[in-house]
Each structure stands twice: as C-alpha cells, then as structure tokens.
C-alpha cells in the first residue's frame, strides 16, 4: 500500500476513533468507576466487535447486511435497545464510593458490555464498507491493503480508549462525592438513551 495514502488515512481515522459515542463514554465512565486498566481492558470487546465487522467488511459480506433491511432493522432494535437498557440501569444506580465500586467490578461482564455496544450499532460496519474503501487501490492487492487499513484502524481505536479512559480517571476528582457522580450518571444515561433513541429511529 503507497505511504502516502495511509498518511492521508490516518488523521481522517483517528476523528472518527476519536467521535464521542456510546462506547468512547462507556470507557470514560468505567475508568472513573473502576480505574485506567479496567476501562482500556473492557474496551478490547469492542476491538473484538469491530475485528470482525472489518473481516466482514474485506470478504464482502457487510453488503448484504447493508441490502438486507430485515437484518439492518433486527441489529439496530437490539443494539438500541441495549442502550436504553444501560442507560435505565444507569439512571437508577446508586453513586457508591470508588473503593466499593472497585471491589464489585466484573471484568468479563464489561468486555461482553463494550462488545454488545459496538457490535449492536450496525451503522459501524457501515463505516468500514463505506471509509475504508476509499484508500484501497483495486489494482493491487486489495486484501493486504484492508488488513493494513483495518489493523490500523484498530490501534488508532485503542489510543482512543486509552485517551476517554485517561480523561475519566481525571473525572474521578471532580465526581468523588457522591452527589456528583449521582448527577455524571445521570447525565450519561440520558446521552446513552438519545443515541438509543437516535439509533432507533434512523434510516439505513
């Protein structure tokens, strides 16, 4: 693959990798609940989800998810409905100290929650069938140049993760009483239920 392409891909990936959303918030939230290493190890289920819609995306297949509107509409009720369930559940949770919250935490469960995210938004997939394709120069080998572009993408995924956990374990400070963090989780699940909503509703 030219240099000068993945130069080009780079910065143009890195905005998206970098668009608040739903998984982006989800890291920052569990680094303040849990700490940096939990957050950016619960990220790796969404490195999983994504691994999978980029080999999708490289053999062809994402374009049948892309003319299929059944399947379009059934992974967008269930990825939106898990948003809502999140953020219902985040509405109602009570703002425990760090300690205990720490003590409490459940690595297998955040993997599988940031994996259930990423892999419930069909608009990702999308990403990578319309983005990706954009630096693949079809008179070379196209398969190398979306394992480089899409293995790419994947690191640049976890310099983000690390980047929104980072800020949510500065956010520690500022929601260490419990009546802030009260209102953090509040506010979060009422962004996490608009994207629900806004996932929703929207067209393919």
């Given at each position: 693959?030219?240099?000068?392409?993945?130069?080009?891909?780079?910065?143009?990936?890195?905005?998206?990798?970098?668009?608040?959303?739903?998984?982006?918030?989800?890291?920052?939230?569990?680094?303040?609940?849990?700490?940096?290493?939990?957050?950016?190890?619960?990220?790796?289920?969404?490195?999983?989800?994504?691994?999978?819609?980029?080999?999708?995306?490289?053999?062809?297949?994402?374009?049948?998810?892309?003319?299929?509107?059944?399947?379009?509409?059934?992974?967008?009720?269930?990825?939106?409905?898990?948003?809502?369930?999140?953020?219902?559940?985040?509405?109602?949770?009570?703002?425990?100290?760090?300690?205990?919250?720490?003590?409490?935490?459940?690595?297998?469960?955040?993997?599988?929650?940031?994996?259930?995210?990423?892999?419930?938004?069909?608009?990702?997939?999308l990403i990578f069938t319309a983005f990706l394709p954009q630096f693949v120069d079809v008179s070379?080998?196209?398969?190398t140049q979306f394992f480089v572009l899409g293995s790419t993408f994947l690191v640049l995924e976890?310099?983000?993760?690390?980047?929104?956990?980072?800020?949510?374990?500065?956010?520690?400070?500022?929601?260490?009483?419990?009546?802030?963090?009260?209102?953090?989780?509040?506010?979060?699940?009422?962004?996490?239920?608009?994207?629900?909503?806004?996932?929703?509703?929207?067209?393919?």
């Open positions: 693959m030219e240099i000068w392409k993945l130069m080009l891909f780079i910065p143009a990936c890195f905005a998206l990798n970098m668009t608040p959303g739903p998984n982006n918030l989800l890291s920052m939230n569990n680094a303040r609940c849990y700490g940096f290493q939990v957050a950016f190890v619960a990220g790796l289920g969404r490195i999983l989800a994504f691994s999978g819609m980029i080999a999708l995306a490289a053999s062809g297949l994402a374009v049948v998810l892309y003319t299929s509107e059944t399947l379009f509409f059934l992974i967008k009720l269930f990825g939106a409905m898990y948003l809502l369930w999140i953020a219902f559940n985040l509405w109602r949770s009570q703002a425990s100290p760090v300690a205990d919250i720490e003590r409490n935490k459940n690595w297998f469960g955040l993997v599988k929650q940031e994996f259930a995210l990423a892999a419930g938004n069909p608009k990702a997939i070379a080998n196209v398969n976890m310099l983000a993760i690390s980047i929104y956990a980072a800020f949510g374990l500065y956010l520690r400070h500022w929601f260490s009483k419990p009546q802030m963090a009260k209102r953090f989780n509040k506010a979060c699940s009422v962004f996490l239920a608009l994207s629900g909503a806004n996932l929703l509703v929207s067209r393919q």
